[in-house]
């Protein structure tokens, strides 16, 4: 069966840089949300808390569920609100805010430009008030940006729109509430961090989105995806591959069928575009639901190392591959 690989070493190799870059460990927030990228929810959170993490961000209850006692606090950015210990409540509209049961921990989300979700600038005051009158426990105020990874000047105006939301926090009366904006990317961008926490996804797994034109912190990839061999044959020149006959056998060749296929969450991509494994593989005709073919005679192979070069040849991104990979394919700590 296909399985993945998570290097430990280089997980805890990336949280250490990301510590040394904001000066603090106890300012990591690592984000599980989905699969943890796909690298395994409960896999990443326990390995997360024994490098020393305390805080985590999932996308909802049911997430929270299984990783929040190995952190202090547990933030759950969009769900259904159950009151969790440990756990807070993101506030992403002021309807939110009439509907969260009273002494709910909550964080309050702010749009400074990202119009995603969160409750406009205009609407603090009221967001506030709102707060009080239901009862609310607020623990945290935090925007998200939307182009930290980008050569722009929109960066700057999103942070000084949030200076803007944290002077009105200040003159509300509330008070030990943390403040947040840095995504992996910002974190990675900005050379002082005086947010109370970061919230950390990409960037833990291994990958610095940033233009080169960035100071670089390098990052090593933590999943790995491999594939085992189903079956072989010896083909001979003329002889065709797989659904649509797409691959003619240019030559007498060995081939070998591997268990791995879109099914799995491995991207179909274009047959005409063959992707190629690290090793120098060609895939060979189109991806099946569970199988590929590649002329090769290795027992299992190497798919996938490196999310973002694997990635280029589907012309998308890094997230898109590994969120992709299927829950249920082991996952292994080396």
Same mark, same amino acid.
């Given at each position: 069966m296909a399985f993945i690989t998570i290097n430990r070493e280089n997980f805890f190799y990336n949280l250490n840089q990301i510590a040394l870059k904001i000066g603090s460990l106890d300012k990591i927030a690592i984000v599980l949300k989905d699969n943890a990228y796909g690298h395994?929810?409960?896999?990443?959170?326990? /390995?997360?808390?024994?490098? &020393?993490?305390?805080?985590?961000?999932?996308h909802n209850y049911r997430e929270a569920q299984?990783?929040? /006692?190995?952190?202090t606090t547990t933030l759950i950015l969009g769900s259904e609100v159950i009151p969790i210990k440990r756990c807070h409540y993101a506030i992403n509209s002021l309807e939110d805010i009439k509907e969260i049961p009273k002494y709910t921990k909550v964080e309050l989300k702010v749009d400074t430009g990202m119009h995603r979700n969160g409750i406009m600038i205009n609407e603090?005051?009221?967001?506030? *008030?709102?707060?009080?009158?239901? *009862? /609310? *426990?607020l623990v945290g105020v935090m925007t998200h940006h939307r182009s930290a990874d980008e050569l722009s000047s929109e960066f700057f105006w999103q942070e000084k729109q949030f200076e803007m939301v944290k002077k009105s926090l200040k003159l509300s009366g509330f008070k030990d509430i943390r403040v947040h904006s840095c995504n992996s990317s910002a974190t990675l961008r900005k050379n002082y961090i005086d947010d109370d926490i970061v919230r950390v996804g990409i960037s833990a797994y291994g990958y610095n989105e940033l233009?080169? +034109?960035? *100071?670089? #912190?390098?990052?090593? %990839?933590v /999943?790995?995806?491999?594939?085992?061999?189903?079956?072989?044959?010896?083909?001979?020149?003329?002889?065709?591959? &797989?659904?649509?006959? !797409?691959? #003619?056998? %240019?030559?007498?060749m060995?081939? +070998? =069928?591997? !268990?791995?296929?879109?099914? !799995?969450?491995?991207?179909?991509?274009? +047959? =005409?575009? %063959?992707? #190629? =494994? %690290?090793?120098?593989?060609? #895939?060979? &005709?189109?991806? +099946?639901?569970?199988?590929?073919?590649?002329?090769?005679?290795?027992?299992e192979v190497c798919i996938m190392s490196d999310a973002k070069e694997s990635a280029k040849a589907f012309n998308t991104i890094s997230y898109d591959i590994i969120t992709s990979l299927s829950s249920q394919i082991p996952r292994y700590i080396i």
């Open positions: 395994g929810l409960e896999v990443m959170a326990k /390995l997360a808390s024994e490098f &020393g993490v305390k805080h985590a961000v999932v299984k990783i929040n /006692l190995l952190f603090i005051d009221e967001a506030l *008030n709102l707060i009080r009158v239901n *009862n /609310l *426990n233009p080169k +034109s960035f *100071n670089s #912190i390098k990052l090593k %990839p /999943l790995e995806l491999y594939a085992k061999k189903v079956s072989s044959r010896n083909l001979k020149v003329g002889q065709r591959v &797989g659904y649509g006959a !797409d691959f #003619i056998a %240019p030559k007498d060995f081939v +070998s =069928t591997y !268990d791995i296929g879109y099914g !799995d969450g491995w991207s179909r991509g274009d +047959s =005409t575009k %063959p992707y #190629i =494994t %690290p090793k120098g593989f060609k #895939i060979i &005709g189109r991806v +099946s639901m569970d199988l590929i073919s590649l002329e090769s005679s290795e027992d």
